[in-house]
Nanobody
Framework: QVQLVESGGGLVQAGGSLRLSCAASGLTFSNYEMAWFRQAPGKEREFVAT????????DHADSVKGRFTISRDNTKNTVYLQMNSLKPEDTAVYYCAADLAVGPFPKRREQHYDYWGQGTQVTVSS
């Protein structure tokens, strides 16, 4: 059974940093592209960042470019999201997702992703 378990969320002041982790099990992690999405209250879930199976390529949403960085460690079956210079508008539940690495990169639509974590709350206070 595939499991994606996010951790690292919490409450932080504007300008602060957090690092999210997503530990995967039940799949061959290096076969999957990984992504982070987020959903703010009253809004649709939106793409944040994605990374290729080997970490050679990444793609970030314009809203987080230069502040957030996605990375992965295939030896630990874990994908990370380093979030710096956080803003109140970054407040959301953050989800990691996995997609079998076939087809063109990047994939920004959630429909492409096969497996999802349960989410971790990030709250940025002003």
């Amino acid at each position: 059974q595939v499991q994606l378990v996010e951790s690292g969320g919490g409450l932080v002041q504007a300008g602060g940093s957090l690092r999210l982790s997503c530990a995967a099990s039940g799949l061959t992690f290096s076969n999957y592209e990984m992504a982070w999405f987020r959903q703010a209250p009253g809004k649709e879930r939106e793409f944040v960042a994605t990374i290729t199976w080997n970490g050679d390529n990444t793609d970030h949403a314009d809203s987080v470019k230069g502040r957030f960085t996605i990375s992965r460690d295939n030896t630990k079956n874990t994908v990370y999201l380093q979030m710096n210079s956080l803003k109140p508008e970054d407040t959301a539940v953050y989800y990691c997702a996995a997609d079998l690495a076939v087809g063109p990169f990047p994939k920004r639509r959630e429909q492409h992703y096969d497996y999802w974590g349960q989410g971790t709350q990030v709250t940025v206070s002003s």
